[in-house]
């Protein structure tokens, strides 16, 4: 199973930032795409953004313009960059690897490997 370390969750205010961080296995971050979703106490599984491993981007329509996904080839790690945060952003944000040759899936049943979980609490 691909190990998938995730950390930079925390507590923060209407406004603010934080960058989550994704570590995984060479060979994770070269051959497979990288993902994050969230999900809120009481809600299902959503889609936040997605990062190819040719570093094609794409996002969810409540990432665009607040939140980045980005890597790190030295690292091999996938951040999420989260700005004006909201207290609906409010969730854990897990990391996620898709193995199979698809495009860019919003479906958490596609991806083969996922996180632990970091929690994300912003206070209004």
């Known amino acids: 199973q691909v190990q998938l370390a995730e950390s930079g969750g925390g507590l923060v205010q209407t406004g603010g930032s934080l960058t989550l961080s994704c570590a995984a296995s060479?060979?994770?971050?070269?051959?497979?795409?990288m993902a994050w979703f969230r999900q809120a106490p009481g809600k299902e599984r959503e889609f936040v953004a997605h990062?190819?491993?040719?570093?094609?981007?794409s996002y969810a329509d409540l990432a665009k313009g607040r939140f980045t996904i980005s890597g790190d080839s030295n690292e091999n790690t996938v951040y999420l960059q989260m700005n004006d945060l909201k207290p609906e952003d409010t969730a854990i944000y897990y990391c996620?690897?898709?193995?199979?040759?698809?495009?860019?899936?919003?479906?958490?049943?596609?991806?083969?490997?996922w996180g632990q979980g970091t929690q994300v609490t912003v206070s209004s």
């Open positions: 060479r060979r994770a971050f070269n051959r497979y795409s």
């Open positions: 990062r190819s491993w040719a570093a094609t981007t």
């Open positions: 996620a690897v898709l193995t199979s040759g698809l495009g860019a899936s919003e479906v958490p049943s596609e991806y083969s490997y």
